[in-house]
Nanobody, 126 residues
Framework: QVRLVESGGGWVHTGGSLRLSCAAS????????MGWFRQAPGKEREFVAA????????YYADSVKGRFTVSRDNAKSTVYLQMTGLKPEDTAVYYC???????????????????WGQGTQVTVSS
């Protein structure tokens, strides 16, 4: 069973920073792609960033490039999302997700991720 537990959400002013963590069960620390998504009130869930457990490749939505950084700690089976320069439009529930890699995978497609955390709220005030 794959388990994902997010933490680190909160409330900040515009321009502030937060770091989200996603603790994953050890089983994911291999052939899985780890993604971050977010969902604002009244909007669809959207891709934010993704990272593999090996290598240096990372992926970002255009809206967060240059402000957010995804990273991992394999020893802790934990993925992080460092968010800087936060804007009110970043306000959302942020979710960690895992996609089992079976050949080519489109990292931004929600349906490719079979495992999800419970989400953590991020609120940015102007």
């Amino acid at each position: 069973q794959v388990r994902l537990v997010e933490s680190g959400g909160g409330w900040v002013h515009t321009g502030g920073s937060l770091r989200l963590s996603c603790a994953a069960s050890a089983r994911t620390n291999s052939n899985y792609l780890m993604g971050w998504f977010r969902q604002a009130p009244g909007k669809e869930r959207e891709f934010v960033a993704a990272i593999y457990w090996s290598g240096d490749t990372t992926y970002y939505a255009d809206s967060v490039k240059g402000r957010f950084t995804v990273s991992r700690d394999n020893a802790k089976s934990t993925v992080y999302l460092q968010m800087t320069g936060l804007k009110p439009e970043d306000t959302a529930v942020y979710y960690c997700a895992a996609a089992e890699i079976r050949g080519f995978i489109v990292v931004t497609t929600i349906q490719n991720y079979g495992y999800w955390g419970q989400g953590t709220q991020v609120t940015v005030s102007s």
